[in-house]
C-alpha cells in the first residue's frame, strides 16, 4: 500500500509562509502526477497545485505567484511552499499521488489568522 504523510501544518498570521512536506513510501518517480489539495467543512476538496512526473507544475488561480510545488527524489519527498498566506488559505492540506489511481495522505491542518 502506498503510504503519503503530510507535515508542516500550524498556525500563522496572514502574510507569513509555511512549507507542508508529503513523505511517500518508495519512490516517488512511480508516480505519474502527484498534487496538494485543500478542504474545508462543507465544501469540496479542491485543487491547490500539480507536479507531473515530467516535472510540469500547475497551480490554482488562487495561489498562483504565492504557492510553489517543488519535489525532492532522492527524499522522495513533495513540498508545498505557501508564502503570503491569507485567511482564505485556512484548510485542512492534504498530499495525493497517482498511478493507476489515486492515493490520500490524513492532511495537514493549516490556519491563517487576520
Known amino acids: 500500500q502506498v503510504q503519503l504523510v503530510e507535515s508542516g501544518g500550524g498556525l500563522v498570521q496572514a502574510g507569513g509562509s509555511l512549507r507542508l512536506s508529503c513523505a511517500a513510501s518508495?519512490?516517488?518517480?512511480?508516480?505519474?502526477?502527484m498534487g496538494w489539495y485543500r478542504q474545508t467543512p462543507g465544501k469540496q476538496r479542491e485543487v491547490v497545485a500539480t507536479?507531473?512526473?515530467?516535472?510540469?507544475?500547475a497551480y490554482a488561480d488562487s495561489v498562483k505567484g504565492r504557492f510553489t510545488i517543488s519535489r525532492d527524489n532522492t527524499k522522495n519527498t513533495m513540498y508545498l511552499q505557501m508564502n503570503n498566506l491569507k485567511p482564505e488559505d485556512t484548510a485542512v492540506y492534504y498530499c495525493?499521488?497517482?498511478?493507476?489511481?489515486?492515493?490520500w495522505g490524513q492532511g495537514t491542518k493549516v490556519t491563517v489568522s487576520s
Open positions: 495525493q499521488a497517482t498511478t493507476l489511481y489515486p492515493f
Open positions: 518508495g519512490s516517488i518517480r512511480s508516480f505519474n502526477t
Open positions: 507536479i507531473t512526473r515530467g516535472g510540469s507544475m
